[in-house]
């Protein structure tokens, strides 16, 4: 079984719509993130979370919120979608420290209407 | 703001030669960069770590330059292959203990 788990894995929705964007990991590590990532834009962090208790605004948070239900699940909600927010969204995990290689996810494939 | 530069032309190479992608960044100093390669649809996957005081990274037939004073780091794949084809992504540390990618420059190998 994948490591790093990512739910539903295509999605297409309308506008307005509440959507959540689910992600699981085995790796028994603290960190997790959430990128979303636009062609010729590279990966860019919407959240991220050092450990249950923490959780931090990314360079694109506008729009989006998430949950640390526990510390293998991080899960990515867009309260009321929007065209704009359609994207390639990949959810990562990594060790405490800083300089370890991020684990991720397949990804999900959001298309807003 | 930080910014990451790679080239966004793809770097078209016969099976057997070098590729070298170049990654720049400017307005601040990593301590640490990471590449990761990324396989269309799919996510990234880690091929190796450099550290502000390591000038040189060998991991097969990867190759990774880091010089802070130019502020760029290469990335050399050596004998290429095709199945090295895919997009590869920089990623320098953002002095907060995250990761800022660049958009990534896509490799094509030709038999």
């Known amino acids: 079984d994948a490591d790093v788990t990512q739910t539903p894995r295509n999605r297409i929705t309308k506008t307005g719509k509440r959507i959540m964007l689910e992600c699981s990991q085995t790796?028994?590590?603290?960190?997790m993130y959430w990128y979303r990532q636009d062609p010729g834009l590279g990966l860019r962090l919407i959240y991220y979370s050092f450990d249950v208790k923490d959780i931090n605004k990314g360079e694109i948070s506008d729009g989006y919120s998430v949950s640390r239900q526990a510390q293998a699940k991080f899960s990515l909600s867009l309260e009321s979608a929007i065209p704009n927010q359609t994207a390639l969204y990949f959810c990562?995990?990594?060790?405490?420290?800083?300089?370890?290689?991020?684990?991720f996810g397949p990804g999900t494939r959001l298309t807003v209407l | 703001s930080q910014k990451i530069e790679q080239n966004s032309e793809a770097l078209n190479i016969q099976e057997g030669k070098t590729a070298t992608l170049t990654c720049n960044y400017t307005?601040?100093?990593?301590?640490?960069l990471q590449w990761y390669r990324q396989d269309p649809g799919r996510g990234p996957v880690f091929l190796l770590l450099i550290r502000e005081n390591e000038k040189e990274k060998r991991k097969e037939r990867l190759k990774v330059t880091f010089d802070t004073t130019l502020k760029q780091s290469l990335f050399h794949i050596t004998a290429s292959q095709p199945a090295d084809s895919a997009t590869y992504l920089c990623?320098?540390?953002?002095?907060?203990?995250?990761?800022?990618f660049g958009a990534g420059t896509q490799v094509v190998v030709t038999p």
């Open positions: 307005n601040y100093s990593p301590a640490y």
């Open positions: 790796k028994g590590h603290d960190r």
């Open positions: 990623a320098p540390d953002d002095s907060w203990g995250k990761l800022q």
């Open positions: 990562a995990t990594s060790e405490r420290l800083a300089s370890n290689e991020q684990f």
